[in-house]
Every structure is written in C-alpha cells, then in structure tokens.
C-alpha cells in the first residue's frame, strides 16, 4: 500500500499522530530555552532593579562598585571552579575554602615572619594547595574513603593550623608590595586579579569540555562503573581532579592575600558556602543538570549582584550569610526537581 491508497481518515490520523510530537517537541524547546536562560535573566532583572531603586542607585551602578565587586568575587569565582572538578566526577570536596584560607595564611606568614622572597612564597602556597589536593585525592579515589568526611575532616583539621599558625591574629605587614597592587590597582576598571580568574576559568571550561580529560570526567560523574567498563581509569582521573582542586584553591589563597593585603583568621567557611552557591545555582543554567562553569558564573554574579544590592539598600551584615545559604538550598532543591523532571521526559 502507498500513501495515495491510504484511506483519508487513516492520513489525517497520521499527520495528527505526527503534529502531537511535534507540538510537544516544540514546547520542550522552548522549556529548555528558558530553563538555560533563567538565571541570566534574573541576573539582568536583579541589576536593573538595584540600578533603579532610589536606596541604591546613586551607587549600585557605578564602575567604583562593579571594580568593589568583582574584586572580592573573584576568589568565590576561583574557589567555585576548584570545587567544581571533583563534583563533575561525582564527589564533594568541602576542603576548598579552608585550603584556601590556609594557603593565604601561608603566603602571608612566608613573607611576613621568614622573609620568603615573593615568588618562592607564591609557588610554596600553590604548592601546598596542590598536595592537601593530592592528598584527598589519593584517599578518596586510591582508598575509596568517603569523600564527604575526608574533605569535611581536612577541612576542620586546616581550620585548626589556621588558629595555631596565626595565634588567631591577622597577618598585615611585610606583604611585598608588588602582591597587594596586582589584589588592588585595575585594568580597564576592573581589579588585575580579575582577569587572572577569568583566564583560569576559561582553561578549566577548556578542559571540561573540549579535552578527553574533562568528557572522561563526565563520564565519571554520570555513572562511573559504565565509565570504568569502558575503559577510563576512574581513580587516576578522580585523583587528577582533586590534585586540580587543591592547586586553584591555593591560587585562590594567593589571591586572597593579595586582595586583603595579608591574611586573615578565616577559616574559609564563608567562601566555600558562596562557591557552593554558585555552583549548584550554575547547575540550573546553560547546560540545566550538569555541572558546567559558564553557569557557575552567572551563579557568582547573581550572588554578588544580590548581595551587594541588598547591602547598598541598608540590609544588615547578617544578609550575606543568610542569602548564601538560602541560594545554596534553593539551588539544590530546584536542580533536583529539574533532573527529575529530565529523567521523567527522557522515559517518555
């Protein structure tokens, strides 16, 4: 039978069984046209709010406050991306902000009280972020340790080097000068340091999504005995992207010494819980349901914007806590609806 000898009713039927599809398929695009967007578009709605607003407008849209604020963003920004590889591979790493605020300590107390010349000091702290990395790495892919209490235990445990390294007193003198102008003077406007993090960030979205490496580490993430039957060597690539974490997290340190002029008595809890906002808040965006560093971005700048807004119109200190942590469970509750939802439109 061909098409000319189908019964006409049988046609109509036909193209009816095709337009349903096609009209769902259509709203199904639109859909995830919004669901990759919505952030963004808060972000925009946000700041044109806080730029209108008669409380903050006289300085919310200023370049003194966009410099303000995307200097001290830019270390949340850096630490979000450290966090970000061992969660693609599927593990939580809550050691970022204290090794962090670790290696900020060290940085400082280097050139401070042992008179470290400024490149030996920047390369020890890097270095020791990379093997706390390392270290966590090994434990977790090598020895199968839980993730979550390794990193929240190393993370306590640096919290308490932090108190007795620095007798709970900030580090301010004996910061080269050469460090503290590149944490303060602008280029174009913005802080020096915030071109560093925009550099290291399109490398690690590079890596993520343009190298073997990074497809590997997705693979991981997604189902990691597959990924093993496969052929990827799951505890190397989890190990790498632990040893990745801890060497931006000392960046990271580096960078907070250099935008504070020396350390403070931090234990890096405050920076960790903002990374972790924007990277769950980024896993709502642009790739919905996958851990993706372009979101997490506007996941910082929508913290940031929020937070800074808020601050200018006369909220208290509590606000950015508070704010924090709600876009923290905000964004984790809403990236589980939405991979429920996914998974719900894939089975049909």
Not at 208 to 236: C, D, E, H, M, W
Request: aromatic residues 10%.
């Amino acid at each position: 039978m061909t098409l000319a000898d189908t019964p006409k009713n049988a046609v109509g039927e036909n193209h009816a069984a095709v337009a349903v599809p096609s009209r769902r398929a259509a709203r199904l695009d639109l859909g995830g046209f919004f669901e990759r967007w919505a952030l963004l578009g808060l972000l925009i709605v946000i700041v044109v709010f806080f730029s209108l607003y008669s409380a903050s407008s006289a300085v919310f849209p200023t370049a003194a406050n966009i410099g303000v604020l995307t200097g001290n963003q830019a270390v949340v920004a850096l630490v979000a991306v450290a966090a970000l590889f061992p969660l693609v591979g599927g593990h939580f790493d809550f050691s970022v902000g204290a090794t962090s605020a670790f290696t900020s300590v060290l940085c400082a107390g280097l050139m401070s009280r042992h008179s470290v010349p400024l490149v030996v000091a920047i390369a020890i702290s890097v270095g020791v972020g990379a093997v706390i990395g390392a270290i966590n790495g090994a434990l977790i892919a090598i020895y199968r340790a839980n993730a979550f209490i390794i990193t929240l235990g190393g993370a306590t445990l640096l919290g308490g080097l932090i108190s007795w390294y620095s007798d709970n007193q900030s580090i301010s003198t004996g910061i080269f000068p050469a460090l503290t102008d590149f944490g303060s003077l602008t280029w174009f406007g913005l802080p020096r340091l915030v071109y560093l993090v925009i550099v290291l960030a399109a490398l690690g979205w590079y890596v993520l999504v343009q190298t073997p490496y990074g497809r590997s580490l997705y693979a991981i993430g997604s189902n990691p005995r597959a990924a093993r039957l496969v052929g990827i060597k799951v505890q190397r690539e989890v190990f790498l992207a632990f040893v990745v974490s801890g060497t931006l997290a000392g960046v990271a340190g580096v960078l907070t010494t250099a935008r504070t002029g020396g350390s403070t008595t931090d234990t890096g809890t405050t920076v960790l819980f903002g990374a972790l906002a924007a990277v769950f808040l980024g896993l709502t965006a642009v790739t919905p349901g996958r851990f993706n560093i372009v979101g997490t971005m506007i996941g910082v700048l929508f913290v940031a914007a929020s937070v800074s807004g808020l601050t200018l119109s006369g909220a208290s200190d509590w606000v950015q806590p508070v704010f924090n942590g709600g876009s923290l469970m905000v964004a984790v509750i809403l990236s589980t609806y939405l991979n429920r939802r996914r998974r719900g439109v894939d089975a049909l």
